[in-house]
């Protein structure tokens, strides 16, 4: 074994035991790598090519008496995606060569900055250049080595070309599209107020300046539109979040409901998944007037079943983009989860729905990219260009083409990755990488269908989730309760629309059923009020004058506002012209009601008031029994007395005229 191999092998032996140590208490202001700041992607096959690379450190050796160096080592070349997922997470193959770097001439301590150029040796060994005898993607590890340890070490990945080539291939580029979701905690609170967690303030406003930051890039967003109908209802400065949200540029809006439904409930009512998604693409409409969602295309991030693929065809989806967790209840999808192809989704009915999946690999680096990642954001985007490289020549080795295949990459929860992330991963591909950003919509409408055996993949969905009853039935009750006291108040009434408005959010999946019981608590309490404010008459008991009468009843209004109401008045004996009409109530007033009765029969007996929304037949306030007094006789009484007053006027006229003739006839007598 030659000098050369020995070192490396001594330093890796070291760096094993030093990747994830901590250093000692008596070296704590020791150097350390903060992140990589830049760095080639490949160098060209000739020899003395140069590898450069620009690291961010802090700290200082001073105390530990060693001079620090920085410890460059190459790997064989990866093979497989699998090769570079091993690297990175520190399963490195055979050792090549290595490089030791003294820094101390090279490190600026004002920006902490050190800039490596690594010469690169073809068909000659020297101890300052780095071998790469065959073309490949190479593993390199770069550490700080402080004595006899290495700390601070990280993997990145370098590509050697082939001979007299100074660029990569870009005829067969690699296509990759980004999506993600911009959510957030329910705003509307049960009281009607609106609240934004300082967590949901800050992931908003990360997301927004990475469409700012990248404008130019190509980027597909399900924006939950309860969530910025928030920022719209809240502070000054939540608002300014919209306005910069309504001002981004080069974004394509999916169409979305207005709160993440419940799968369950909504796979139970497909009513209210539709009015959900009808609310959340006119909430979009109003708040992003420049932009259009597209139903074509959904971004499903929680699990699948069938019924609600099913649905989401029947309202227009074409293809679903799946998120990992979205996929659970997928079956095959674990071992079929085609990265770069299409597949179908069985529905109950028959059809299928075309489906792509999210890469879960790359969207765990991505999520560790947007973490404070050890080594920084811009590290993380060399490890997964290398991965999209070994996808490519994966591809390729396949027969494949990659005009109809791509890769869809969002984080593990499908929110964008964070802008130091993104940042990081436009410029690495950007880089002549031969691997471009698209429009998802694009990239979808040319991906293939993958195939097994001889036929298109189609994968089946579970059965639709099973939910207590008690959940459909207590949204639908109270639903009919805000439609029915809704109808009793004036068209575009404040109140009615605060209502629809708690009755919107309650079908959200991330309400707990205690939270998703006081927006309940606050509608019944509210429209209790309205009907106790509504005052019926306080004398119970009514005299009818004869078969043929009236009724008259008060009612009182209190509320600050009109209201209509449905009466209804029931009775065994009574016969009603009009047994229920609705009527005008004006605010603070009394108003009487006249109800045309005919009586079946003579006596006393009940009659039962009862008030009604005038929709939906809902009960108004309590109901109350009359008493309704009723005399036949009475009525004949009447007509006697008026016979003998008649019979009395006769007589008295009769008795008037004949004393007049008695007198005439004296007079003419005399």
Known sequence: MNNRLFLACVIFGFSLTGIHSTMPANAASNRSINSVISQDQFVSGNEGSIFNVSLSLSGSDAESGEPTEIVVTSYQPVKTRQDVRDAVNDLLPQIIDTVVVDISSLWDPITGRVNLAIPIEINTRTTNALQMSATGLYPITIGLQQGKTVVSQFVTFVERLGAKLTMPNTQDDLRVALIGSLDGDVTRQSDSSTLISNNDRVSVAQTIASLEDLSTTPITLAIRPEFIEGLDRSTLEDGDLLVRLQ??????????????????????????????????????????????????????????????????????????????????????????????????????????????????????????????????????????????????????????????????????????????????????????????????????????????????????????????????????????????????????????????????????????????????????????????AISTPTSTTFTLGGRESSLRISLRNDNDYDVRVRVRLTSSKLAFNAAEQVVLLPAGMTTSIEVPVVAKSNGSFPVSLQLFSPSEDVAVGRSITLTARVNARAGLGQLVTGLALLLLIIWWVFHLRRASRRKLNLTRSA
């Not at 139903?295 to 991030?301: G, M, S, T």
């Not at 579970?462 to 009793?488: H, K, W």
């Open 247 to 532: 001002s981004t540029q080069s974004l394509t809006i999916l169409s979305n409901t207005y709160v993440d439904v419940n799968q369950a409930l909504a796979d139970q009512s497909e009513t209210i998944f539709t009015e959900q998604l009808r609310l959340g693409e006119d909430t979009l409409r109003r708040l992003l007037p420049t932009y259009k969602a597209t139903r074509d295309i959904w971004f499903q991030q929680t699990p699948l079943f069938g019924g609600g693929a099913q649905m989401l065809r029947n309202l227009g989806a074409r293809n679903i983009v799946m998120l990992r967790e979205a996929s659970q209840e997928t079956k095959g999808a674990d071992v079929d989860r085609p990265p770069t192809g299409l597949v179908e989704l069985q529905l109950p009915d028959g059809g299928v729905i075309d489906a792509a999946f999210v890469d879960i690999k790359l969207s765990a680096a991505l999520t560790r990219g947007s973490q404070n990642p050890r080594g920084g954001a811009y590290l993380v985007a060399q490890q997964i260009l290398a991965e999209l490289k070994m996808l490519r020549s994966e591809l390729n080795a396949d027969d494949f083409s990659t005009s109809d295949h791509g890769v869809l990459l969002s984080t593990d929860s499908g929110a964008l990755p964070s802008t130091a992330m993104l940042t990081a991963l436009r410029a690495t591909l950007q880089a002549n990488s031969a691997i471009t950003f698209v429009p998802l919509g694009d990239l979808l409408s040319t991906m293939t269908h993958e195939v097994k055996d001889g036929s298109r993949l189609t994968l089946d969905l579970a059965q639709d989730a099973d939910v207590p009853s008690i959940s459909q039935q207590l949204f639908t009750q109270t639903q009919e309760r805000v439609d029915a006291y809704t109808s009793m108040l004036a068209p575009g009434d404040a109140q009615a629309a605060q209502w629809k408005d708690l009755l919107s959010v309650m079908p959200a999946r991330t309400l707990s059923s205690t939270q998703r019981q006081s927006y309940v608590d606050a509608i019944w309490l509210q429209t209790f009020l309205l009907g106790e």
